[in-house]
């Protein structure tokens, strides 16, 4: 009998479960201290592996970190998009509570961008996407004819209300707790909108 493809099977799922292991390891780690003051052989004792194991999967630092932040991106999108266009408000308490969830991480990933190969092009893919989902969620509730200047300005501020430093400052640097971040991140978005 037989047994070589169930063991390469096998081999492939520890191999992913050792690989997110470490990734969960980089996130914890990311998310309580800055970038540079982050050792591999401290992500490697998280995940239970060796430093070897890490580079050997990552190529160091850089690409483990890089590798997080594309996991993680990938779950914000996940986790963002259902908004459902022509429900303002909704939209609204669901990004205030996807915020609550990712925003810190968003923050720090833009934040520390600079300091590894590959994070701007990340960060920047993450800005993009912000303003195509402010687009998508909003476009049947702007006010103003499409296409028009008007209607342009409209979906600027609207961007601007729903960006994770506007969360950041309402609840960090303003001491908002999270409804009151939501009714005011709605104030901000509705004058944007056509009425009734």
């Given at each position: 009998?037989?047994?070589?493809?169930?063991?390469?099977?096998?081999?492939?799922?520890?191999a992913?479960?050792?690989?997110?292991?470490?990734?969960?390891?980089?996130?914890?780690?990311?998310?309580?201290?800055p970038?540079?003051?982050?050792?591999?052989?401290?992500?490697?004792?998280?995940?239970?592996?060796?430093?070897?194991?890490?580079?050997?999967?990552?190529?160091?630092?850089?690409?483990?970190?890089?590798?997080?932040?594309?996991?993680?991106?990938?779950?914000?999108?996940?986790?963002?998009?259902?908004?459902?266009?022509?429900?303002?408000?909704?939209?609204?308490?669901?990004?205030?509570?996807?915020?609550?969830?990712?925003?810190?991480?968003?923050l720090?990933?833009?934040a520390?961008?600079?300091?590894?190969?590959?994070?701007?092009?990340?960060?920047?893919?993450?800005?993009?996407?912000?303003?195509?989902?402010?687009?998508?969620?909003?476009?049947?509730?702007?006010?103003?004819?499409?296409?028009?200047?008007?209607?342009?300005?409209?979906?600027?501020?609207?961007?601007?209300?729903?960006?994770?430093?506007?969360?950041?400052?309402?609840?960090?640097?303003?001491?908002?707790?999270?409804?009151?971040?939501?009714?005011?991140?709605?104030?901000?978005?509705?004058?944007?909108?056509?009425?009734?």
């Amino acid at each position: 009998m037989n047994t070589r493809p169930y063991s390469m099977e096998g081999r492939a799922a520890s191999a992913e479960r050792t690989r997110e292991r470490v990734i969960d390891a980089m996130l914890g780690r990311f998310a309580a201290q800055p970038y540079d003051r982050i050792r591999l052989e401290d992500v490697a004792g998280d995940a239970g592996v060796t430093v070897q194991t890490v580079i050997r999967r990552f190529g160091g630092k850089p690409g483990l970190l890089t590798a997080t932040v594309e996991r993680e991106q990938a779950r914000v999108v996940a986790a963002r998009e259902p908004a459902t266009p022509g429900r303002p408000a909704g939209t609204i308490a669901d990004l205030v509570a996807h915020y609550e969830r990712y925003g810190a991480l968003i923050l720090k990933v833009y934040a520390e961008a600079d300091r590894v190969e590959g994070l701007p092009e990340l960060a920047a893919a993450g800005r993009r996407y912000h303003l195509d989902w402010c687009r998508r969620a909003f476009e049947d509730d702007l006010a103003g004819p499409p296409g028009s200047p008007d209607r342009a300005r409209r979906l600027a501020q609207v961007t601007v209300a729903c960006d994770a430093t506007t969360w950041r400052i309402l609840r960090q640097d303003l001491g908002l707790d999270p409804e009151q971040t939501r009714l005011t991140i709605a104030a901000l978005v509705e004058p944007a909108l056509r009425r009734g």
